[in-house]
């Protein structure tokens, strides 16, 4: 219980470093310098998921497909991060996945507001990165983009490059 609690506050202060860290150098802030905070957060994310998956998977067999990995991602890597499987998992068997958390960790402390809407994306760009260092890891180049419509529930989708 402490640890998820220091790892929300950390996440918090990470998050407003890098927004203050942004607009102390240029004063306000436009579109290019938030998309630049949440490069600079997915890129934090992109190399924890990376350890991440590294440890979680050093006695596993090797899985047989991509949706094994997805499966994987969302029961056993989800249940470790974020102290909670996921809710719903959907694909469209051409290298698309939705996964489904309702009541997703990093969003709960925050208001559920609609006026907390436009602030969420900025808290997502971490796990987003999260997700796209492990599928990384287990040879699977992605993009991971999230969305919310109603506070907590977080929707994010994958998307694997085929090469």
Request: overall charge neutral.
């Given at each position: 219980?402490?640890?998820?609690?220091?790892?929300?506050?950390?996440?918090?202060e990470?998050?407003?470093?890098?927004?203050?860290?942004?607009?102390?150098?240029?004063?306000?802030?436009?579109?290019?310098?938030?998309?630049?905070?949440?490069?600079?957060?997915?890129?934090?994310?992109?190399?924890?998921?990376?350890?991440?998956?590294?440890?979680?998977?050093?006695?596993?067999?090797?899985?047989?497909?991509?949706?094994?990995?997805?499966?994987?991602?969302?029961?056993?890597?989800w249940?470790?991060?974020?102290?909670?499987?996921?809710?719903n998992?959907?694909?469209?068997?051409?290298?698309?996945?939705?996964?489904?958390?309702?009541?997703?960790?990093?969003?709960?402390?925050?208001?559920?507001?609609?006026?907390?809407?436009?602030?969420?994306?900025?808290?997502?760009?971490?796990?987003?990165?999260?997700?796209?260092?492990?599928?990384?890891?287990?040879?699977?180049?992605s993009?991971?983009?999230?969305?919310?419509s109603?506070?907590?529930?977080?929707?994010?989708?994958?998307?694997?490059?085929?090469?």
């Open positions: 219980m402490a640890d998820e609690v220091l790892f929300e506050f950390l996440h918090m990470i998050v407003s470093h890098v927004y203050k860290e942004q607009q102390s150098s240029k004063g306000e802030m436009d579109n290019k310098d938030r998309a630049v905070c949440v490069s600079v957060l997915e890129g934090m994310g992109f190399r924890v998921g990376q350890g991440l998956i590294e440890r979680l998977t050093r006695d596993s067999p090797s899985f047989k497909d991509e949706l094994d990995v997805m499966k994987f991602i969302c029961k056993d890597f249940t470790k991060v974020f102290k909670r499987q996921v809710d998992l959907r694909t469209n068997h051409q290298g698309t996945y939705v996964l489904q958390d309702n009541k997703f960790a990093q969003l709960t402390q925050l208001s559920s507001g609609k006026q907390y809407l436009d602030q969420a994306p900025k808290y997502l760009a971490f796990s987003c990165g999260v997700v796209r260092g492990a599928l990384s890891n287990l040879g699977l180049d993009v991971v983009t999230a969305e919310v109603v506070m907590p529930s977080c929707k994010f989708q994958v998307v694997i490059q085929k090469l």
